[in-house]
Each structure stands twice: as C-alpha cells, then as structure tokens.
C-alpha cells in the first residue's frame, strides 16, 4: 500500500472514530433530571435484567462499578448474575431523586432456597454508574414469618403530617449510628414504639420475652445469657441500647446515609460495622444477669443495608438485612482506608 492510500485510510478511521464517538445533538427533554418514577423504573429493569440473567439492555455507564458482597466484579459475574432466581413477595424500594441513588430491600430464591438481597444503583444522566449487590443465603425458617411482606412504614407514603424534613431524616440516621456507638439510647430519636427487624427477626420492642438478636433459636430461661436477652427481647429501641450491650462495636464507619425517601419518610444507610476484638467497657446496665464481658469481644466486620422509617421525626421502625460478615480489617468494598 503507498503512502498515499495509507494516508487516505487512516484519515477516515479517524473521521469514523470520531462520528462514533460524537454525542448526540442537544434536546433537553434528554436531560431531565431523574425523578422518583424514573430511578424506580431503572431498578425495577434492573431486577428484570438479573432474574433473566441478560444484561445486554441496560445502560450502563463505561466506568461502571459493581461490587458483590463488598468484593468487585465484572457484571455478569456473582450469585445474582449467575444463580437461578426466583422473585418472592417482600420487595421495599427507596429512591432519593437528589442524589440519584436507589435501592431495593428484597427476598428472592436463589437456586431454590431464600436469601436476604439488597440492590443499590446510582444512576447520573441515565446511566448505570454503581451498583451494589449485598446477598445472604444463609436464612433459616424461622426467619421466614417477617419476611412475607415488608412492614407498613416501609412500602406505604408517609402522611403530610408526619413529614420530616430531608436533612433532620439524614441527622436521625447519624444518631442511631451514634447511639450504638456511644451506648446511650437517648442520642437518637426512638419512637417509644420503635421496632427493630434484624435478618428478619424482631429484636426489640416484643410483646412477650423472645429474640434479643437475630438467631433461629431462642434464648434458654434455664441460662443466665438466655433470661438476658429475654429481658433485653421487651426493651425498647432506647432502653436496649442503654444497656451497653453494644460496647463490642468499635464503630460505625462509613455510615454512608445515602438514600432519602422524602415520599415515603425512609432513609437507607449502608454502613460498616467495625469489632475489633475489645469493649467500651465490661458492664452492662439493667441486665443483672448478665454475664462478666471479660473475654474477648467479636473479632470481625460487616455490611448491611440498614432502612430507618421516620416519622415526625422520631425513629418507627428499623430493617437491617442482609448481613453480610467478614474478616477484622477488611473494607466495605467503596471506601478507601475503611476497615479498622
């Protein structure tokens, strides 16, 4: 070929490359921002996308980041992309139109059994930029009779009434963080008939004494850590946290409080708790049977997608699900230098 016709052949590469690459010409109907239907379309397609293990009509961005139980892959790769799955009827959505993030609470069978899904997206100018999966298939059936259908205060509209402003919603959140952390129930906002759902158990607030932590067996009356945790079963959200029988948390970082539902009055958190192996202190308060805290406290992390239901500003209810474990020092797959 002479130099010529090479010259001649790269030329219309380049113009190629670059028509390519050109965007499309301007039309604002294209850059309206993404309102509370619009992210809920994109996760609901998404979900669509996953359950037929087909990906090819999404759109995603071409930086996209994708992290599966904190780890990060390829799409297509993990249990969601690869598993057989099986929608169920607990499903809650919360969608924050300001910030672009959106995120299902979900039970779904995965290869016949069920496990504990949460899917996070953030979407910008129509595009897929992050997604995080969180997967616990590791649910027992006792777990099962909670996750039916998921509560009132998380799937209905939050009454004009009941309203609370964004960034009091966003500060409610921080406080419970705070208040594990500084193992006093007055720093957060509990609504005297808060509840707690933790991997489907309810662990607080129980009309009569059963599960203190989210376990299939309940607590022995015969032992003195069984007749703790019945006592603790019938606390309130504020009481239990009082006891300090949080001290094995290190601490709560990042919280990342990203999503704000203002319609329906949730806000999701997915934070990383952090046991370092050591206590605040060895004492517990109202738990006279409570065992000596002398040994070594937990020695792990762990990631969850954690939903707080706020009304008039004080804290309804709390779902925290999945939780998903791992080694003392490890991160939560998006923040640089978390872990410890």
Known sequence: MNSGRLMAL????????QVLGQDPEWDKLDNRACDRTCLITHIDNY???ILAHDYSGLPFALAVRFTE????????EGFLWRAELQETTFKYQVADPMVGQVANGMVLNIDG???LVAVRLRIERGQIMEIEHMVDRNVAPEAMELLQTPVAYLSSDVSASERTP???MIAAANAYFAALTGDNGKIAPFHEDCVRHE???QTVNNDKPGRAAPSPALPNPETPMGRTFMKMSTMTCEEQVSTKIFSGIKKIWPRRVLIVDEQKGVVAAFPLFIHDGTRRTNETEGLPDMPNQSRLAMMLNMVTMESFAIRSG??????AFP???FPYGLGDGWTVGSGR
């Open 10 to 17: 790269l030329a219309l590469v380049s113009m190629s490359l």
């Open 199 to 201: 991997n489907g158990y």
């Open 166 to 168: 964004r960034e009091v």
């Open 47 to 49: 979900t669509k996308a």
């Open 69 to 76: 139980n904190t780890a990060q892959l390829d799409v297509g």
């Open 113 to 115: 059994r069920p496990a």
């Open 323 to 325: 939780f998903i474990t």
């Open 314 to 319: 004080k804290i309804m209810h709390v779902e």
